[in-house]
């Protein structure tokens, strides 16, 4: 009898350490690459790299995009997250798997589409190009781009949690005489608040560290068109591992201070939340 | 344009809420001009090749050699996953130990992290001449990971753990002891209890973490550029093959690569959907 518990206890650990080993080995060891390299040359080459001109406009240029891209999800979210929780309609299935679409599709290729309708040789192209705006290789495309790999982020968490919250707070206001704003923000935003801020949490970080589909629009111009994901790229390119890395550990701090922050809220308003229930 | 895909919409008759005309037009507006319109786009383009210029486009050596590259290496690591991420999923919900939360929140990272980062850590990681694990594995087993097709692998196995572990958790999570208990009362050993008892009722969401962890690996981009080393024939994958069609203003034919890979991931998606279907009516 204690020969088998000793060997259930043995069998346990060795998963436990099978476990925490594979994780350290593909997830935290990285981790701990970006800031090793970083600060591999020191403090005064880290703050140099992350100050020179380049690096600046780069860091500007994804909070410009950021704060372009993530608002204009938030405003769709809600919309989305009201026509499809609050009524009845046909075809809802289709809509919101719609909706997740952007999700299934590569970086890649969520940056080719836009060449496809915008480039040089694309469908608006020639028009655009006639009447002087430049969508491709400009802030236009990376924006639009971005928009379309965080599109889902907001609009999945509030549809579900709205759905569940269901319809009778906000009758019984319309039916007390307040106007549909009012209810929404009076009735329907205070109940939502954590799940929005979860899903713009999420909406944000992918949107400053989308790499693969701005890549294909950017045209890579430095201090005009790079983000700080494709400014690490060049600086890679060109053997400055660690000024790569330096800017890259920026964006790791912002990966670990949003995952801090959803833990926080999955901890504290767990209930408000509708993926946190998931976990 | 909205008429495209979307059933006629109207609403319930009997609500007095307001506002679903404005909010369902923006959403499908929206919806239209940053996905649809962009996705018809992709799907109309390869075809000004015909069909004999769209199989030529992506059976040309290299792109073929692209794809069968990004849909094996995505597969090995989504098996890859499976397994690890159902073991870490049991460990992180059957058992307590000291660090559990903290192995919990690591998960997520790959979620978080931008892929460029975490592409540039992997090639420093598993460099031959100076990497952490890169060297000694050089030297020892005289065993190169980076610059080839295993390092590919490594990098998808990074990006799709959150998948399967997310999937299968909160599953186990639900799953009623009360059957175990039973079986074990019955004189089931404990491997019988789990493959009897448990798996069964873990294989959709196991299926589902597994073909979304696919799903997502066959067109990652960012994680895997930097440690394919993306040689022709050898290391190059699907979507850099994208890019240099792009560079050389061949639309058409990195829009074919594009509708390959969209089909790909449709298909996985609609796999996932009628195992669940099945699995449901069980």
Same mark, same amino acid.
């Given at each position: 009898?204690?020969?088998? =518990? !000793?060997?259930? *206890?043995?069998?346990?650990?060795?998963? &436990?350490?099978? #476990? $925490? @080993?594979?994780?350290?080995?593909?997830?935290?060891?990285?981790?701990?690459?970006?800031?090793?390299?970083?600060?591999?040359?020191?403090?005064?080459?880290?703050?140099?790299?992350?100050?020179?001109?380049?690096?600046?406009?780069?860091?500007?240029?994804? =909070? !410009?995009?950021? *704060?372009?891209?993530?608002?204009?999800? &938030?405003?769709? #979210? $809600? @919309?989305?997250?009201?026509?499809?929780?609050?009524?009845?309609?046909?075809?809802?299935?289709?809509?919101?798997?719609?909706?997740?679409?952007?999700?299934?599709?590569?970086p890649?290729?969520?940056?080719?589409?836009?060449?496809?309708?915008?480039?040089?040789?694309?469908?608006?192209?020639?028009?655009?190009?006639?009447?002087?705006?430049?969508?491709?290789?400009?802030?236009?495309?990376?924006?639009?781009?971005?928009?379309?790999?965080?599109?889902?982020?907001?609009?999945?968490?509030?549809?579900?949690?709205?759905?569940?919250?269901?319809?009778?707070?906000?009758?019984?206001?319309?039916?007390?005489?307040?106007?549909?704003?009012?209810?929404?923000?009076?009735?329907?935003?205070?109940?939502?608040?954590?799940?929005?801020?979860?899903?713009?949490?999420?909406?944000?970080?992918?949107?400053?560290?989308e790499f693969g589909?701005v890549s294909?629009?950017?045209?890579?111009?430095?201090?005009?068109?790079?983000?700080?994901p494709?400014?690490?790229?060049?600086?890679?390119?060109?053997?400055?591992?660690?000024?790569?890395?330096?800017?890259?550990?920026?964006?790791?701090?912002?990966?670990?201070?949003?995952?801090?922050?959803?833990?926080?809220?999955?901890?504290?308003?767990?209930?408000?939340?509708?993926?946190?229930?998931?976990? | 344009?909205?008429?495209?895909?979307?059933?006629?919409?109207?609403?319930?008759?009997?609500?007095?809420?307001?506002?679903?005309?404005?909010?369902?037009?923006?959403?499908?507006?929206?919806?239209?001009?940053?996905?649809?319109?962009?996705?018809?786009?992709?799907?109309?383009?390869?075809?000004?090749?015909?069909?004999?210029?769209?199989?030529?486009?992506?059976?040309?050596?290299?792109?073929?050699?692209?794809?069968?590259?990004?849909?094996?290496?995505?597969?090995?690591?989504?098996?890859?996953?499976?397994?690890?991420?159902?073991?870490?999923?049991?460990?992180?919900?059957?058992?307590?130990?000291?660090?559990?939360?903290?192995?919990?929140?690591?998960?997520?990272?790959?979620?978080?992290?931008p892929t460029a980062?975490?592409?540039?850590?992997?090639?420093?990681?598993?460099?031959?001449?100076?990497?952490?694990?890169?060297?000694?594995?050089?030297?020892?087993?005289?065993?190169?990971?980076?610059?080839?097709?295993?390092?590919?692998?490594?990098?998808?196995?990074?990006?799709?753990?959150?998948?399967?572990?997310?999937?299968?958790?909160?599953?186990?999570?639900?799953?009623?002891?009360?059957?175990?208990?039973?079986?074990?009362?019955?004189?089931?050993?404990?491997?019988?209890?789990?493959?009897?008892?448990?798996?069964?009722?873990?294989?959709?969401?196991?299926?589902?973490?597994?073909?979304?962890?696919?799903?997502?690996?066959?067109?990652?981009y960012g994680?895997?550029?930097?440690?394919?080393?993306?040689?022709?024939?050898?290391?190059?994958?699907?979507?850099?093959?994208?890019?240099?069609?792009?560079?050389?203003?061949?639309?058409?034919?990195?829009?074919?690569?594009?509708?390959?890979?969209?089909?790909?991931?449709?298909?996985?998606?609609?796999?996932?959907?009628?195992?669940?279907?099945?699995?449901?009516?069980?």
């Amino acid at each position: 009898m204690t020969a088998s =518990l !000793i060997a259930r *206890a043995a069998f346990r650990t060795a998963l &436990v350490l099978t #476990g $925490v @080993a594979f994780v350290t080995l593909v997830v935290l060891l990285p981790l701990a690459t970006v800031f090793e390299e970083a600060f591999r040359k020191g403090w005064s080459y880290f703050a140099e790299a992350v100050s020179e001109p380049d690096a600046v406009a780069s860091i500007r240029l994804t =909070l !410009i995009v950021a *704060a372009i891209a993530v608002p204009l999800n &938030v405003i769709f #979210g $809600v @919309a989305a997250a009201w026509a499809i929780a609050k009524f009845e309609f046909r075809g809802k299935g289709v809509l919101i798997a719609l909706i997740d679409l952007p999700f299934s599709v590569s970086p890649v290729v969520s940056g080719l589409i836009y060449v496809l309708l915008y480039g040089a040789h694309g469908w608006f192209g020639p028009e655009l190009q006639a009447m002087g705006v430049k969508v491709i290789f400009s802030v236009v495309g990376i924006v639009l781009a971005t928009v379309f790999v965080t599109f889902p982020f907001v609009a999945r968490e509030l549809i579900p949690l709205m759905q569940e919250q269901g319809t009778q707070e906000e009758e019984a206001a319309i039916t007390l005489g307040a106007s549909g704003w009012r209810t929404f923000f009076s009735v329907t935003l205070p109940n939502i608040k954590w799940g929005l801020l979860y899903g713009v949490l999420l909406c944000n970080a992918r949107a400053m560290g989308e790499f693969g589909a701005v890549s294909v629009v950017s045209g890579h111009i430095r201090g005009q068109t790079n983000t700080m994901p494709l400014h690490v790229e060049i600086l890679y390119n060109d053997y400055d591992i660690a000024g790569a890395f330096a800017v890259a550990s920026l964006l790791a701090g912002l990966a670990l201070v949003t995952l801090i922050a959803k833990l926080g809220l999955e901890w504290r308003y767990g209930g408000e939340l509708a993926a946190a229930r998931k976990h | 344009m909205t008429a495209l895909t979307l059933p006629r919409a109207a609403p319930r008759r009997h609500t007095v809420l307001p506002g679903f005309g404005l909010t369902m037009g923006f959403t499908l507006f929206y919806l239209s001009m940053v996905v649809l319109l962009p996705l018809v786009a992709l799907i109309v383009r390869p075809w000004e090749l015909g069909w004999d210029g769209f199989i030529k486009a992506v059976s040309e050596p290299a792109v073929y050699a692209s794809l069968r590259l990004s849909f094996l290496t995505a597969l090995i690591a989504a098996a890859v996953n499976a397994v690890f991420g159902l073991l870490l999923a049991w460990i992180l919900v059957r058992y307590r130990f000291p660090g559990r939360r903290l192995l919990d929140a690591a998960i997520d990272l790959p979620f978080a992290l931008p892929t460029a980062v975490a592409g540039i850590a992997f090639a420093t990681l598993y460099s031959p001449r100076s990497g952490w694990l890169g060297q000694p594995l050089k030297e020892t087993f005289d065993l190169i990971v980076a610059f080839t097709p295993s390092g590919i692998v490594i990098a998808l196995v990074f990006i799709g753990l959150p998948f399967v572990v997310r999937s299968v958790q909160p599953v186990l999570e639900d799953l009623d002891r009360d059957q175990e208990e039973a079986a074990a009362t019955l004189g089931a050993r404990s491997w019988q209890t789990f493959l009897r008892v448990i798996m069964p009722a873990l294989l959709p969401a196991w299926f589902t973490g597994f073909a979304l962890a696919f799903a997502r690996a066959v067109g990652e981009y960012g994680s895997v550029i930097f440690i394919a080393g993306n040689r022709p024939l050898y290391s190059e994958i699907a979507p850099l093959k994208i890019i240099q069609k792009l560079e050389s203003y061949d639309y058409a034919g990195a829009s074919a690569i594009g509708v390959t890979m969209l089909g790909a991931s449709f298909l996985i998606l609609l796999a996932i959907n009628l195992a669940q279907r099945w699995v449901a009516r069980r």
